[in-house]
T-cell receptor
Framework: GEDVEQSLFLSVREGDSSVINCTYT??????LYWYKQEPGAGLQLLTY?????DMKQDQRLTVLLNKKDKHLSLRIADTQTGDSAIYFC????????????FGSGTRLLVRP | DAGVTQSPTHLIKTRGQQVTLRCSPI?????VSWYQQVLGQGPQFIFQ???????GRGNFPDRFSARQFPNYSSELNVNALLLGDSALYLC?????????????FGPGTRLLVL
């Protein structure tokens, strides 16, 4: 998605924290999402944040939103080998379809 | 409860052929969206349907069409297949097409065009 950008690759050691970053362009976006995709599978919803929030925490996941800079990040604490996957951020457009605009995905590799 | 289901899981076609992909939403969900995910990229929006009406269309040629049935299931049709149509086709459902409603994705149909 040309309007949502992510870094392509991140490698971390098991037990460390992972931080995946995303920038978006539509200032009217109100909901932002993180999805996880494992090899050969569909998209699994991890978490989302509403634009009137700065932070949302859900177990090992922490989402930070900087609306001024249109920057979104996903922090995974105590990263496990099972977290190895592609992570997509997505913004929801506010037209009648409320379609999702996705980034190209960040491949996370967790080393033992 | 069953999640979003799609069929078939895999499909191989040749250039010029036509293909129909099917999606059943989560029980109670009335809105279905289709996305195309080319290898190495994020999903791209194709269509959204709600109450059998098209609510949105992405930047795809007229070879792509879809419909939604009274039971809220949906079909995506692609005519005159091109090599570039090879992709994972994802279906997502939500209760209604609304700002606050989350879209849940199925496992996808992987289409290979030879």
């Amino acid at each position: 998605g040309e309007d949502v950008e992510q870094s392509l690759f991140l490698s971390v050691r098991e037990g460390d924290s992972s931080v995946i970053n995303c920038t978006y362009t539509d200032s009217s976006s109100t909901y932002l999402y993180w999805y996880k995709q494992e090899p050969g599978a569909g998209l699994q919803l991890l978490t989302y944040i509403f634009s009137n929030m700065d932070m949302k925490q859900d177990q090992r996941l922490t989402v930070l939103l900087n609306k001024k800079d249109k920057h979104l990040s996903l922090r995974i604490a105590d990263t496990q080998t099972g977290d190895s996957a592609i992570y997509f951020c997505a913004e929801k457009r506010t037209d009648s379809s409320y379609k999702l605009i996705f980034g190209s995905g960040t491949r996370l590799l967790v080393r033992p | 409860d069953a999640g979003v289901t799609q069929s078939p899981t895999h499909l191989i076609k040749t250039r010029g052929q036509q293909v129909t992909l099917r999606c059943s939403p989560i029980s109670g969900h009335k809105s279905v969206s289709w996305y195309q995910q080319v290898l190495g990229q994020g999903p791209q929006f194709i269509f959204q349907y709600y109450e059998k009406e098209e609510r949105g269309r992405g930047n795809f040629p007229d070879r792509f069409s879809a419909r939604q049935f009274p039971n809220y299931s949906s079909e995506l049709n692609v005519n005159a297949l091109l090599l570039g149509d090879s992709a994972l086709y994802l279906c997502a459902s939500s209760l209604v097409p609304d700002l606050q409603e989350t879209q849940y994705f199925g496992p996808g149909t992987r289409l290979l065009v030879l």
